[in-house]
């Protein structure tokens, strides 16, 4: 999944967070999308911190750093 966020773009709210999520397969209309809001901003629209953020669902492990198993028996090779 991909998201990208972007401040600005809301007429209502001055510098309002938004975000629009993109599917799995949607990385080039993702990148797209976020080019076309820095095009704005660079047009002078009120728009800034463009970023695309992604997750993949498919993860097989849990997200972060984690401590390593007990038996794990890590040792520096000296010189």
Not at 2 to 13: D, I, M, Q
Not at 44 to 71: M, Q, R, W, Y
Request: proline content about 8%; hydrophobic content about 35%.
């Amino acid at each position: 999944m991909f998201v990208v966020y972007w401040l600005g773009g809301n007429p209502n709210v001055e510098g309002a967070a938004c975000y629009k999520r993109f599917d799995e397969n949607a990385l080039a209309e993702a990148l797209r999308f976020a080019e076309d809001l820095r095009r704005r901003q660079s047009d002078g629209e009120s728009i800034g911190f463009v970023t695309l953020c992604s997750e993949n669902p498919h993860s097989v492990g849990k997200p972060g750093v984690a401590d390593p198993p007990a038996d794990y028996d890590w040792k520096k090779r000296r010189p």
